[in-house]
T-cell receptor, first 110, second 116 residues
Framework: QKEVEQNSGPLSVPEGAIASLNCTYS??????FFWYRQYSGKSPELIMF????GDKEDGRFTAQLNKASQYVSLLIRDSQPSDSATYLC??????????FGTGTRLKVLA | GAVVSQHPSWVICKSGTSVKIECRSL??????MFWYRQFPKQSLMLMAT?????????EQGVEKDKFLINHASLTLSTLTVTSAHPEDSSFYIC????????????FGSGTQLSVL
């Protein structure tokens, strides 16, 4: 079982819709959770981080964390074509390591 | 957010030469820097973790003699690909963790290495 799992996609949503990206992780001791956006040929850019169970909202983005079920999700409201990218979920446990998922490719259709 | 500068952005070199990639944290002190490589349409693969003033910790399967990492100060880490071969062609990305940013990881812009 991979440590951090994401559906590779592509996930296609129409412009203006809500895009829902999911991530599961295996280490119950994980403490910090991050979502990064990566455009093709570019390096990842931090979008959201969440440490506590529940929802955290920032603009059009909402991160949701459920430690009991070991999943973290990212919702993008009012999706725009410019949101088309690969979204990487990253998890940090008690060590110094950040474990990245393989990423979900999102396509927002105009 | 914190800024991490990485250069060069791209480099083309002949097989057998060495290439140095620099990673600098511009507005914060990075106690830990990470080096990743990424092949097209694949995820980030952690190569090594670099702590200021100590030897880097390499991931399994990464040759420490081939990928030399130096973290000489709290703002600079370098990765040198020695005797590069075409199979070393990849996108190399550094990242830095800020002491004060509550564990957030910030990435450099990446270096596309092409070995002919």
């Amino acid at each position: 079982q991979k440590e951090v799992e994401q559906n590779s996609g592509p996930l296609s949503v129409p412009e203006g819709a809500i895009a829902s990206l999911n991530c599961t992780y295996s280490d119950r001791g994980s403490q910090s959770f991050f979502w990064y956006r990566q455009y093709s040929g570019k390096s990842p850019e931090l979008i959201m981080f969440i440490y506590s169970n529940g929802d955290k909202e920032d603009g059009r983005f909402t991160a949701q964390l459920n430690k009991a079920s070991q999943y973290v999700s990212l919702l993008i409201r009012d999706s725009q074509p410019s949101d088309s990218a690969t979204y990487l979920c990253a998890v940090k446990g008690g060590t110094y390591k950040y474990i990245f998922g393989t990423g979900t490719r999102l396509k927002v259709l105009a | 957010g914190a800024v991490v500068s990485q250069h060069p952005s791209w480099v083309i070199c002949k097989s057998g030469t060495s290439v140095k990639i620099e990673c600098r944290s511009l507005d914060f002190q990075a106690t830990t820097m990470f080096w990743y490589r990424q092949f097209p349409k694949q995820s980030l693969m952690l190569m090594a973790t670099s702590n200021e003033g100590s030897k880097a910790t390499y991931e399994q399967g990464v040759e420490k003699d081939k990928f030399l990492i130096n973290h000489a100060s709290l703002t600079l880490s370098t990765l040198t690909v020695t005797s590069a071969h075409p199979e070393d062609s990849s996108f190399y990305i550094c990242s830095a963790r800020s002491r004060s940013s509550n564990e957030k990881l910030f990435f450099g812009s990446g270096t596309q290495l092409s070995v002919l």
